[in-house]
């Protein structure tokens, strides 16, 4: 027995009633807190040290004056009106006009036949209003995005035009509708899996009693987790993943956890031990084990933080901050709850004798038997099954899809499919290049050859559909006129200070160029062009490369140079953690073995799935991706390297209690999973329904993100413990527990 534990558990019964109303009153304090928790999160990428388009970023916001850093799009588009009807461009310019107006706003551009023409679509039924916003970053841009809806909405005027669709769209206005349509989704998810979590709960325990308490901790760590985020937030920026990866973990690992204790806690009372006696047992056994595997999981999401990128810091922090709430609730407020609510667990009696455990443990013990007896076999068949669900992994293309696949029905997508149709999307992401001299001089118009040359390079290549800089200024200059622009260019830039603006930093030292490309780019054009302009050399020039598609590029550099620290730090954290809560060296390499197995199964189901479309419209999908995000693998392995070990825990955990109690390696390792067993069938189905349910998410993302989750989780439960382990645990014998049981008594024959 670990005294620690049993002095809690002794402690927690004799302050019950506090603990069990000082938790819930904890928790109802915040809830407004965790209401507000979607307003804090941000959806777009942060910045990435080091790189190119993060350099740019900065640039901008520092250096320039530039109206359009962050803009936003608002899209008209009918199937019957034109653009061209008096009336409606009467509108249109009242409408530009008040949205001036607006504190949001810093520029306003209603195309015509001179100024950004390309955003008035050829047929005449749609038209794209330009807004510049007065936002240095892009959680400033987002911010916006609301302020600038309710000033369309109260600008235009829709009952005079109602044949007129009005959308807002761009980068800024497509991540706050992603936030705002994720936390939606996060709570349809965790309504989906609510009820299928009871009906599984119910019949692992055959009662209503024992069932409510796991639904009612894992609700609680989550909710506890939501609140946490106003004050996180006030010290680092979160992603949207935040609210994803809480709601996912806290009700899976909430559950789960308490899953464990309840049942221990039964068994002890079914054993005769009394209220106190049977809580001192179920925490020095299993409340130590959910420690351990707490320790794991926390590992393992602890591996996201070593990444620069702050949506895997987010998701890191978000796992940390629910599991160690999921731990502390179930190591105090569920104990006081178990002596407190004793006499109602096997309650209701009629359902409990209709449920009966006894009949899954017979079947768990035979099936034990069944594996113990041929140990070689089980392991080459769990090997081929795992190695075959792996095998797509060969194939794997990371990248974005270059289909849609955002939610087709967010406003900024909707608005987005308009520029598609306008043959303009591209133009919501141009590339962006800062040019400077070497030597830190001024640029111009000393460096005039020099930016034509580039200018001259990057048409030539044919790539580009439109470059805006200091060599290409039409309409408002012709390209033949530039030189002669330049002969007095600082009288022409004060009479044009917008132009100044445009392409030339406030120090005259830097000019920006914008590139963009012709609509019909695929993503990979798109890496392969960022990857080119940033070849490019022009003497007595430095070229710096930002923007949305560079920022991809540098995004996956980061994430691939972020893999070996993150898989090596969780790898050998969980062994150290494993050799020392088993005394062991054998049971950590071997769980650390079949864990690699487990994940690689699961990112094969991913490339199957999502990359190929194999049954990919069972998860409400339209085709296949043909790619998956690089960010996926790492997430989906620090978070099931860390869920996997949580069953392992639990098994080696109640193998070794019986090992100790009577060291027959056999014996143990068959009574371990048989008392193991159906709790973690049980709480494996929990998990597979909460990560199911994030499966039929509406961003792509988060479908993978809980699809790989299920499948890993349902793959480790059914093929690993129930058949690799117990088989693996039978060759190796009392070798399982070298060096920690080296004066343990030999074996007795049964």
């Not at 310019?93 to 209603?110: M, N, Q």
């Not at 995005?145 to 909405?153: D, F, G, K, S, T």
Request: aromatic fraction near 10%.
């Amino acid at each position: 027995m670990r005294p620690a534990y049993v002095r809690l558990a002794h402690w927690l019964f004799r302050h019950r009633r506090a603990v069990v109303i000082a938790w819930p009153l904890a928790l109802l304090l915040c809830l407004p807190a965790a209401r507000r928790a979607p307003d804090f999160l941000q959806a777009g990428s942060g910045q990435l040290p080091g790189a190119d388009s993060a350099e740019v970023e900065t640039a901008l916001a520092r250096d320039f004056d530039h109206p359009f850093t962050h803009s936003l799009a608002i899209t008209f588009d009918s199937a019957t009106a034109r653009i061209d009807a008096p009336e409606f461009r009467a509108a249109l310019a009242d409408f530009a006009s008040a949205l001036r107006t607006s504190p949001a706003v810093a520029r306003v551009v209603v195309p015509d036949e001179q100024v950004a023409a390309q955003f008035r679509a050829a047929d005449g039924h749609s038209v794209a209003v330009l807004l510049g916003l007065k936002a240095g970053r892009f959680d400033e841009a987002e911010a916006a995005v609301p302020v600038v809806r309710a000033a369309v909405r109260a600008a235009w005027p829709a009952a005079r035009f109602p044949e007129w669709s009005v959308r807002v769209t761009g980068r800024s206005a497509i991540n706050y509708d992603l936030g705002v349509f994720n936390a939606r989704d996060s709570q349809r998810a965790e309504l989906r899996a609510l009820p299928l979590s009871l009906i599984v709960l119910v019949f692992v325990f055959g009662s209503l009693g024992a069932a409510a308490l796991p639904l009612a901790l894992g609700v609680a760590s989550t909710t506890a987790a939501l609140a946490a985020v106003p004050a996180l937030a006030s010290f680092t920026p979160l992603n949207i993943l935040y609210q994803n990866v809480v709601t996912l973990l806290g009700l899976a690992l909430g559950i789960d956890y308490s899953l464990f204790l309840v049942n221990r806690y039964q068994e002890q009372r079914a054993a005769g031990d009394d209220r106190e006696s049977a809580l001192a047992t179920t925490l020095a056994t299993t409340g130590f084990a959910i420690t351990c595997s707490g320790l794991t999981v926390l590992i393992g999401l602890a591996g996201l933080l070593l990444t620069p990128l702050f949506e895997l810091r987010s998701v890191g922090l978000g796992g940390l901050v629910v599991v160690a709430l999921s731990v502390a609730l179930s190591l105090t407020l569920l104990p006081a709850l178990l002596v407190t609510c004793d006499r109602w667990l096997g309650s209701p009696r009629w359902l409990a004798l209709r449920i009966a455990p006894a009949q899954s443990q017979t079947r768990w013990e035979k099936w034990t038997a069944f594996v113990l007896r041929r140990p070689i076999a089980a392991l080459l068949v769990g090997l081929a099954g795992l190695l075959a669900l792996s095998a797509p992994l060969l194939k794997l293309h990371p990248g974005f899809p270059d289909r849609p696949w955002l939610p087709t029905t967010m406003e900024s997508t909707e608005g987005f499919a308009v520029l598609q149709k306008m043959g303009v999307s591209q133009e919501a992401m141009p590339f962006l290049m800062i040019v400077r001299a070497t030597d830190g001089g001024e640029l111009l118009p000393r460096h005039l050859d020099g930016l034509i040359a580039l200018s001259d390079e990057l048409w030539e290549d044919g790539r580009a559909n439109r470059i805006f800089g200091p060599a290409d200024l039409a309409p408002m200059v012709p390209r033949f006129l530039v030189r002669e622009f330049y002969r007095d260019f600082e009288r022409h830039f004060a009479e044009k200070p917008e132009l100044a603006a445009m392409i030339l930093s406030r120090d005259r030292r830097s000019a920006l160029v914008q590139i963009v490309l012709h609509d019909d780019a695929t993503y990979g054009a798109t890496q392969e062009y960022s990857r080119w302009l940033r070849e490019r050399r022009v003497p007595g020039l430095t070229l710096a490369v930002g923007g949305h598609w560079p920022g991809a590029l540098d995004f996956d550099a980061v994430l691939l140079r972020a893999y070996p620290i993150a898989f090596g730090a969780v790898i050998a954290a969980t062994f150290a953690v494993l050799a020392f809560a088993f005394r062991s060296l054998l049971v950590p390499v071997k769980a650390l073995v079949l864990n690699a197995l487990s994940v690689s199964a699961a990112f094969g189901a991913m490339v199957a799935v999502f990359q190929w479309g194999w049954g990919a419209a069972w998860l409400g999908l339209d085709g296949p991706t043909g790619a998956v995000p690089l960010v996926i693998p790492i997430m989906v392995f620090c978070l099931t390297f860390g869920l996997s070990m949580d069953y392992e825990v639990m098994i080696l955990a109640r193998v070794r209690e019986e090992f100790l109690r009577s060291p027959d390696g056999d014996a143990s390792v068959r009574r371990g999973l048989v008392a193991t067993g159906r709790i973690i069938s049980g709480a494996a189905a929990i998990m597979v329904v909460v990560f199911g349910a994030f499966a039929l998410a509406g961003v792509v993302v988060v479908k993978m993100f809980g699809f790989g989750l299920a499948v890993a989780v349902a793959v480790d439960a059914l093929v690993v413990r129930a058949l690799m382990v117990p088989a693996a645990m039978k060759l190796a014998g009392r070798w399982n527990w070298w060096p920690g049981l080296r004066g343990a008594p030999a074996p007795k024959a049964e």
